[in-house]
């Protein structure tokens, strides 16, 4: 079973910086799109960030100040993630596919077939 294990997130204040990693256990696979979406409370899950081969996608609402980066040897993807906003507040999910999606579709979630537990950001004011 192919798990995404999330880690990093935690309480900050506004302007603060946190880096968010996602490691695979159990089978791994080759990913050819590694990314990051949230969900606030209330809301859809949105695209935040992803990477694909040589090339990165952000949010309009992160970009700038978030940052996504990879290590394909050991298939894992990083957040980092500047200048934090109360409203990055959410819970923050790593997500994965052995796909070659179009580059539109690397921003929506139905793409993605891999999935972590989430977690935490939390911005404070």
């Known amino acids: 079973q192919v798990q995404l294990v999330e880690s990093g997130g935690g309480l900050v204040q506004a302007g603060d910086s946190l880096t968010l990693s996602c490691a695979p256990s159990?089978?791994?696979?080759?990913?050819?799109?590694m990314g990051w979406f949230r969900q606030a409370p209330g809301s859809e899950r949105e695209f935040v960030s992803a990477?694909?081969?040589?090339?990165?996608y952000y949010a309009d609402s992160v970009k700038g100040r978030f940052t996504i980066s990879r290590d394909v040897a050991k298939n894992m993807v990083y957040l980092q993630m500047n200048i934090l906003k109360p409203e990055d507040t959410a819970v923050y999910y790593c997500?994965?596919?052995?796909?070659?999606?179009?580059?539109?579709?690397?921003?929506?979630?139905?793409?993605?077939?891999?999935w972590g537990q989430g977690t935490q950001v939390t911005v404070s004011s």
């Open positions: 997500a994965a596919t052995s796909r070659m999606p179009t580059m539109e579709a690397v921003v929506r979630a139905p793409t993605y077939n891999y």
């Open positions: 159990g089978r791994i696979l080759t990913y050819h799109v």
């Open positions: 990477v694909s081969g040589g090339r990165t």
